[in-house]
């Protein structure tokens, strides 16, 4: 008999809201009783959907900014979500989880390069979190070209998922498809439901009770067909319990009663593709994501979802001049000391998380040992080419006003490489970049780029 089935996936993220300098969350303006954003998601959605055993019946990725943050902060919640993650690999063989590249980097208008380090960095901090290697990864906004794939399939990723129209030619989404990239290499790709997704996720009277949703919608979408068909819906995971109240208990219903009642079962992509791999090639649309309708312009300029955002294309070519002064320093400084500068920048998120030593990396990366001043130099040209990496966070384009925390803290991780840049280099690098950021402007806002930037400047200077 042929089966019906059911995936849905939460995408959990929040960018670092750290504030450089400090490690630590400001108070935040509207969480409150709580005293930032993540806690106030915390107790409304993760913490619940984890308690519920939620995590252990969809498919999920959970940002690698976010589980660090619950690593330090919401201890009882990350052990819930591994514990339900390791249930699914001991009854399955396979994690319900998802890997997602670092920073949640638009990685279509990244270089090669970067597109590596997120994607490594990505599965580092997912082997950190859940003890194996990762499957799956969910791509930052499901931003894609064939480049972002080919790394990823390079890097042992067997599949992603994307939305239907990212397809060329329309597909099946009840099947998973194949992607053929060069060198023979291949990307399974889940292609989510379009309708039903929308639906779940912005009509809030489809999601009040979890009978009526299968009767009314869910039901709709399955073929008269003799093969067995999976329907995969993408969400927002806070959408259950933080942007709409009660739906991680409408999640539970559905997961656990309503489906089965239904015949309907609930899986996710790492279990569905064992007994169904892809037979039909697809060909995608490159530089698409699922949040643009011009593909993943709103990260670059204005586009129609964000119109009056003219300051997007110069804080890029200011992003891009900054890494590109970062990175020449890194590769004259490092010259002969360290093996192979790109590989030893992968490897760093090792000491980031925390699972190796400074030294011992150092030991593993150097092509002979250093001085200590040498070594203090290659601390400080690591340091910012993490926060190069994460002044690409892409929050800091998405929305339409210039005059926020997320373009701020872009700016901020940017004033930082670049001002540990300068003290390992001896280079006067800030003059540079002025006249990039002069060129950003939003009139709406009371703080220009340049004041943003000269305040990081100054506090990382007299803390250094
Ligand atoms: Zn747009």
Known sequence: MNRRALCIHGHFYQPTREDPL????????????????????????????????????????LGPTLAGWMERNAETTLELVKTSEQKNVAKWGSGNALAQP??????????????????????????????????GMWLPETAVDLETLSVMAENGI?????????????????QPSRVELPGGRSMSVFFYHS????????NADATVNADAFIQNNLKNAYADSSNDQLILLASDGELYGHHQSFRDKFLNYLLNGSLSREEIEYTYPGRW?????PVKVAHIRERTSWSCDEGVRRWEDACGCTPDSSWKRPLR????????????????????????PWQARDDFIRVVLGDQSFSG???????????????????????????????????????????????????RYA????????????????????PLLRQIRDERGSSTAEEMFEQAVRRFKENA
């Not at 992003?319 to 360290?338: I, K």
């Not at 280079?427 to 970049?433: A, Y």
Request: charged share 25%; aromatic share 12%; hydrophobic share 35%.
């Open 361 to 411: 990396w150092e030991n593993e990366q150097t092509a002979r040992p250093l001085h200590n001043d040498e070594a203090q130099v290659l601390r400080c040209l690591l340091k910012a080419q993490f926060e190069r990496q994460r002044m690409y966070t892409s929050c800091g384009w998405f929305f339409e006003e210039f005059d926020r925390i997320e373009p701020r803290n872009n700016i």
């Open 102 to 135: 670092y920073h949640h980097t638009i990685l279509p208008l990244s270089s090669r390069q970067d597109k590596v380090t997120q994607v490594r960095w990505g599965i580092a901090d997912y082997v950190h979190t859940f003890g194996h290697a990762p499957e």
């Open 317 to 340: 070519n200011f992003m891009d001049a900054t890494a590109g002064l970062v990175d020449e320093q890194y590769l004259r400084l490092t010259r002969g000391w360290l093996k192979d």
């Open 273 to 277: 593709i064992k007994e169904h791999p």
């Open 158 to 174: 067997q599949f992603t998922i994307l939305a239907p129209w990212q397809a060329v030619e329309p597909v099946d989404v009840t």
């Open 195 to 202: 309708g039903l997704s929308t639906c779940i996720s912005f």
């Open 22 to 61: 400090t490690g630590t969350i400001p108070q935040e303006r509207g969480s409150e009783p709580y005293s930032n954003w993540n806690e106030k998601i915390n107790a409304t959605c993760y913490l619940p959907n984890a308690q519920l055993g939620n995590f252990e019946k969809i498919s999920f990725d």
């Open 415 to 434: 004033a930082h490489a670049l001002v540990l840049t300068e003290s390992a280099s001896g280079e006067d690098l800030l003059p540079k970049v002025m």
